[in-house]
Every structure is written in C-alpha cells, then in structure tokens.
C-alpha cells in the first residue's frame, strides 16, 4: 500500500512543481557558482599577467651583464621555482636560470600556460611571458599556478558536492510535499467518495490555512451545502405535495364520481363541473407558483437588474393592499425611510416579494389589527421590514417556512398553497438578500434586507 502510494506521487503537482523549481534553482546556482569560478580565476591569472608584465618590465631594463647575474642569484635563491626566469639566446640556447627549454609561443609580450617538467621533481603548471630583448636574446620570466589549478579544483569540487547537495535535498523536499499532497487528496476523495455514495452531510475537509486546495473545499462545501438544501427542499416539496395536493385531488375525483354516478339535473351538473374546474384551477395555480419559484431560483432575471428604490416598492405593495385591510378593519402603516434605500435588482420581483411578506402578515392578522411596512436603510443596507400583531411563527418553524409547500397544523384551514415565503425565499437568494423571521410580541417580523446601491 505505502509503495503503491509512492509510484503516485510523481503524478502529484507539488512534486512536479518542486521539480521545476529544484530544475529553476539548479540552473540558478550553476549560473551563480560559474560566475564566481569565471570572475575568481580571471582574476587570479590577470594578478598573475600583471606580476609577469612588471617583472618583464624590470628585466629589460637592466645592463646585459647584470641581468644574467640577477637572473642566476634568482635561480639559485627560488629554491622552489615559484618564480623562475630564464634568458635564452637569438637561437634558443640556455644563457641562464632555472627553465632549461624555451616552450612553445606564438607571439611575445603574451601570457602563456604550460606544464613545467621540471628534472627529477613533480611536473608543476606555469604562467609565462617571453620578451625579446635589444640584443636579440630572449627573457622568460614564469609563475607557477599550482595554486590557482589547486583553488579551481576546490571550486569545482564545491559546485559538485553543493550540486548534488541540492539534487539530493531538492528531491527529498519534492517528495515530500508530493506525499503531503497525496495524503491530503486521498483524504479528499475519500470524502468525495463518501458523497457520491449519497451521504450529502459529508463535506470536504480543510486546514484552515486558506490555501489553494482550502479554498477549493470551502467553494465546494459551499456547493454541497447549497446541494444538500435543495435536496432537502425537493423531499419536503414532494412529501408536501403528497399531502397537500392529495386534497383538493380526493375532493375533485370525488364531485365527478358523485357525477356520474347519479342522475343529475343540467343545474346540479353545471355546479359539479364548475366544482371541479375550482378545484383543478387551484392545483394549477400551485404549480404555477411552484414553476414561477424555479424560474427565480434559476436567476434568469438577473437581466432586469436595476437600481430599485425600496421606498417605492414599499408604498406600491401598501396602496395595492390597503383595501383589502380596511375591508377587515385593520390598520396598515407605511413607515418609509428617510435615507436613500436602494440596491440592484429586479424591480418586479421586489414587488412580488413584498407583496407576499403584506399578504401573510395581513392573512394571519386578527380582524382589527395592524401591520407595519417599514423600509430600513443605512449606508451599507437597504430592506424592507413587515411586522404584524398576529399568532406569530414558533421558533422551531422558522426555517421551515420557507420551504414550498409547507403549511403548519394552525394554519390549514387557510386558504393559500404554503408558497408565499417560499417565493419571497427565492427572491432572497436571487438578489442575495438576508430573510430572518423574529418576535414581535406580539405578532411576527419578518425582515428582507440587501446590499445598499449608493447613487
């Protein structure tokens, strides 16, 4: 199992991205060394040139006869041969000083590089110049560099140690993060498993670090959250369904049986018929809403967005209402907001939305009561507030509310298909507004707040 995850990690894109820093880095650090080792040597062998050139320059100003005695007491003195010189005649013959062959040159005045054999001692590198004399006699003059080959042998091994080093290090850290990833993948796709077999509560799991793979799993919690409420939105919309719509549909099969069974006068089967078109009316008028609810959810009339003042809405959805609560003697009150209330969104829907929330609170509402429609606004949000004086929704409802279809036990024998805040949830969620049911005491709160649209 351990070495199976081992052949996996080189797929993984942290080792292939530690790979192509440690390439990045490597490529970096031979560049840097072979800078060094190029400007540190040039500038030993141009320290080296410079000497020759100065002892050159010394020479050939001296009287014949003191050079060849300068150059014989310096032979005899550089016991070590650091710095041998030697002056060879028109024809190359040994005149005086340590090095017995003229070597090889092409041009004079220049600086040279050869191997000394010296006799019954070890080989050593030299620098040398060769300068032709007045007198047609030829002065050498040398430095050995056994030093700078012994310092750039060092260099060279420094760069090898340090470059495998680095390889050695750069791939243990590779494969280190490759396994660190794979780990943290496995354990996401064990959760993506898991989820895929439908445990929906299941989420993928982060660090907290808010790294790239965090990131992706909150987007994706969030989806699965989102997934899993609508989900649960559709089980309760079709156990709703099942027991709300079964009914109106018992009652509508009923009248037609009742209708053909008996014989009817052209009175009382008009009266069935017009029973039973009732009643299909009312179904389809529930999936009406229900298709009208997809349709926002959908967000296909993020096209009509615009900038909305809610202080008209408001006054719009209490003038379109206030009949039917004189009807019943109860008192609605427009409380608008003294602030600008705007915010982007589809003017329409806000219209419905408010609509709706007006509708519950005068519906629920006893007979000579009140309902308030008050617009908040500050400098970062907008909303509208409807508070009403009725039974109010229990704490344990309060989510469900929203969901379709969902009427509580107190209020069955109402008329209404339980849509009404479901919509106003859709419109929520389209505009990305907040919904939150409170206490009013008495009565209930239901506010529908956004983000402000400054002008």
């Known amino acids: 199992m351990f070495s199976a995850h081992l052949r996996e990690i080189p797929r993984t894109i942290s080792f292939r991205t530690a790979l192509m820093f440690l390439a990045l880095f490597g490529c970096s650090f031979l560049a840097l060394f072979g800078y060094i080792y190029w400007q540190t040597t040039g500038y030993l062998k141009s320290e080296v040139d410079a000497s020759l050139y100065h002892q050159i320059d010394i020479r050939s100003r001296q009287a014949p006869a003191l050079r060849q005695q300068e150059i014989r007491q310096h032979t005899e003195q550089d016991t070590e041969s650091r710095t041998p010189h030697a002056l060879f005649s028109a024809d190359d013959q040994l005149i005086a000083g340590a090095i017995q062959t003229l070597p090889d040159f092409k041009r004079y005045d220049r600086p040279y590089q050869v191997v000394w054999h010296k006799q019954n001692e070890h080989s050593r590198p030299i620098r040398f110049m060769v300068h032709q004399l007045e ?11 056994y030093d700078i080959h012994e310092f750039d042998e060092l260099l060279i091994n420094a760069l090898i140690s340090g470059g495998a080093l680095l390889v050695v290090v750069g791939l243990l850290g590779a494969i280190t993060l490759g396994y660190s990833a794979r780990r943290r993948l496995d354990a996401l796709s064990r959760s993506i498993e898991r989820i895929i077999e439908g445990d929906l509560s299941k989420r993928l799991p982060t660090r907290g670090n808010r790294d790239d793979i965090d990131r992706t799993a909150s987007v994706v919690n969030g989806m699965l959250d989102e997934l899993e409420r609508l989900m649960s939105e559709v089980k309760g919309v079709c156990d709703d369904i099942a027991h709300d719509l079964r009914t109106p549909l018992t009652r509508l099969i009923a009248g037609l049986e009742r209708a053909q069974r008996r014989s009817l006068s052209k009175d009382e089967y008009a009266t069935a018929i017009d029973s039973a078109i009732e009643e299909a009316m009312g ?67 806000l219209f419905d939305a408010a609509c709706n929330l007006l509708d519950n609170a005068i519906k629920f509402s006893p007979d000579g009561g009140r309902v308030q429609v008050i617009v908040v606004a500050d400098a970062t949000h907008s909303g509208i507030r409807v508070k009403d004086n009725g039974p109010g929704i229990p704490q344990a409802e309060r989510e469900a509310v929203f969901r379709r279809l969902y009427r509580s036990e107190s209020s069955r024998h109402m008329a209404g298909n339980g849509l009404g805040l479901s919509m106003v949830s859709a419109v929520a969620r389209l505009h990305d507004m907040t919904l939150q049911v409170q206490d009013a005491q008495p009565g209930c709160q239901i506010d529908l707040v956004g983000k402000a649209l400054s002008v």
């Open 283 to 349: 179904l389809l008028q529930t999936f009406r809403a229900l298709l009208r609810i997809s349709e926002i959810e959908s967000s296909a009339r993020r096209s009509n967005f615009a900038m909305v003042d809610l202080n008209r809405i408001a006054a719009d959805a209490t003038e379109l209402f206030e009949p039917l609560a004189e009807e019943r003697g109860m008192t609605l009150e427009l409380v608008p907001s003294k602030k600008p209330a705007n915010l982007s969104g589809d003017p329409q829907l």
């Open 135 to 145: 007198n047609g006699q030829k002065l050498l003059v040398a430095q050995d560099i």
